[in-house]
């Protein structure tokens, strides 16, 4: 999961969190039967709630789904289960056969 794509979709309930809020707010204050602080706390609420409690869980499942896919199907193992997020923006990757690098810099001259 992008970090970028977590932060527009917290921003999106957000936005959604605090329209409802305004809605409520908007149709109840005039009401003078209604209790002030109760409605200011219902609006807490709504603004409050919109950041699903299980979001960590559900992230820390998806990465270990992810990794016993990994072993099954490809027989890859994973000793840091955190990059495997940051393995989906790889579109290169390039091994150099001795295992040691011959220069600082490394110059990719094509690939087949």
Same mark, same amino acid.
């Not at 869980?57 to 997020?85: D, G, H, N, W």
């Not at 393995?87 to 150099?96: I, M, N, R, S």
């Given at each position: 999961?992008?970090?970028?794509?977590?932060? +527009?979709?917290? #921003?999106? #309930?957000?936005?959604?969190?605090?329209?409802?809020?305004?809605?409520?707010?908007?149709?109840?204050? *005039?009401?003078?039967?209604?209790?002030?602080?109760?409605?200011? #706390?219902?609006?807490?609420?709504?603004?409050?709630?919109?950041?699903? /409690?299980?979001? /960590?869980?559900?992230?820390? #499942?998806?990465?270990?789904?992810?990794?016993?896919?990994?072993? %099954?199907? +490809?027989?890859? +193992?994973?000793?840091?289960?955190?990059?495997?997020?940051?393995? *989906?923006?790889?579109?290169?990757?390039?091994?150099? %056969?001795? *295992?040691?690098?011959?220069?600082?810099?490394?110059?990719?001259?094509?690939?087949?």
């Amino acid at each position: 999961v992008n970090a970028k794509e977590t932060l +527009y979709f917290l #921003l999106l #309930l957000l936005v959604c969190a605090l329209a409802s809020a305004a809605t409520v707010l908007q149709h109840a204050w *005039g009401d003078v039967t209604r209790n002030h602080f109760k409605l200011i #706390l219902h609006v807490v609420i709504i603004i409050t709630s919109v950041i699903p /409690p299980e979001l /960590p869980m559900e992230l820390s #499942l998806a990465v270990t789904t992810s990794l016993s896919e990994l072993v %099954k199907r +490809y027989q890859v +193992y994973c000793t840091e289960p955190f990059r495997i997020p940051l393995a *989906g923006l790889v579109d290169t990757c390039c091994f150099d %056969k001795t *295992g040691t690098l011959t220069s600082d810099i490394m110059r990719l001259h094509g690939v087949r």
